[in-house]
């Protein structure tokens, strides 16, 4: 049995590799701020929707890698590669980074409410999310509950790790840093290739 989910020490972004060299320039950044040039992955209903409820400035995260959104992005963009960018857990718990977490799908909510990450970890169905029965809804959507980053940006340096398919694009990643960072200035966050954390071809 592996770890359970809740127990579990790492938060994930799934993003295209294309933003990859932009991220680590600029930080993550809320989708609020992005530019034009950024490919964004979300459907365009969970992006309306943010919009209109004003939390489209803020970076979200899942608590595990295989969610339903993280599937269906990759199965609906088969030509696009995609990097898990992974923060550790006690990042977001500290009271200083004010990280916020919704305990079910934003959409799912009904009235929609974000709480600060403590109590927001406590109202999360863990034994439902460890399921991961994604024909039953209600275990669909707590399967994409978020911890939410409220800040302008995440920096690179704050990465744990970035999870890539393959060792060429460990290799392309590993040549970016080469050429964005200087001497004390690179990141420390791991480059993990891990093929079966994607969706197969």
Same mark, same amino acid.
């Given at each position: 049995?592996?770890?359970?989910?809740?127990?579990?020490?790492?938060?994930?972004?799934?993003?295209?590799?294309? #933003? %990859? &060299?932009?991220?680590?320039?600029?930080?993550?950044?809320?989708?609020?701020?992005?530019? &034009?040039?950024?490919?964004?992955?979300?459907? +365009?209903?969970?992006?309306?929707?943010?919009?209109?409820?004003?939390?489209?400035?803020?970076?979200?995260?899942?608590?595990?890698?295989?969610?339903?959104?993280?599937?269906?992005? +990759?199965?609906?963009?088969? #030509?696009?590669?995609?990097?898990?960018?992974?923060?550790?857990?006690?990042?977001?718990?500290?009271?200083? #980074?004010?990280?916020?977490?919704?305990?079910?799908?934003?959409?799912?909510?009904?009235?929609?409410?974000?709480?600060?990450?403590?109590?927001?970890? @406590?109202? %999360?169905?863990?034994?439902?999310?460890?399921?991961?029965?994604?024909?039953?809804?209600?275990?669909?959507?707590?399967?994409?509950?978020?911890?939410?980053?409220?800040?302008? @940006?995440?920096?690179?340096?704050?990465?744990?790790?970035? %999870?890539?398919? #393959?060792? &060429?694009?460990?290799?392309?990643?590993?040549?970016?840093?080469? @050429?964005?960072?200087?001497?004390?200035? $690179?990141? $420390?966050?791991?480059?993990?290739? +891990?093929?079966?954390?994607?969706?197969?071809?």
């Amino acid at each position: 049995m592996g770890q359970k989910i809740k127990n579990s020490k790492l938060l994930y972004h799934l993003t295209s590799l294309s #933003n %990859i &060299e932009s991220i680590l320039t600029n930080g993550l950044q809320p989708r609020a701020t992005l530019k &034009e040039t950024f490919k964004d992955v979300a459907e +365009q209903e969970i992006i309306e929707f943010r919009d209109k409820h004003k939390i489209s400035n803020v970076i979200p995260f899942h608590f595990f890698s295989g969610t339903p959104f993280s599937g269906r992005v +990759q199965k609906d963009n088969p #030509n696009e590669e995609f990097v898990y960018l992974t923060l550790h857990r006690d990042t977001a718990s500290s009271k200083n #980074n004010n990280f916020k977490i919704f305990p079910t799908h934003p959409m799912h909510m009904n009235p929609l409410e974000v709480f600060d990450y403590e109590e927001g970890f @406590k109202k %999360i169905d863990w034994e439902l999310m460890e399921k991961r029965d994604y024909s039953d809804f209600e275990c669909k959507e707590v399967c994409m509950a978020e911890c939410v980053c409220v800040h302008t @940006k995440i920096e690179s340096k704050v990465f744990h790790s970035i %999870i890539v398919k #393959n060792d &060429e694009t460990k290799k392309y990643i590993e040549s970016l840093c080469q @050429k964005l960072y200087k001497n004390n200035c $690179k990141p $420390k966050f791991f480059i993990d290739v +891990q093929p079966w954390t994607f969706v197969g071809d």
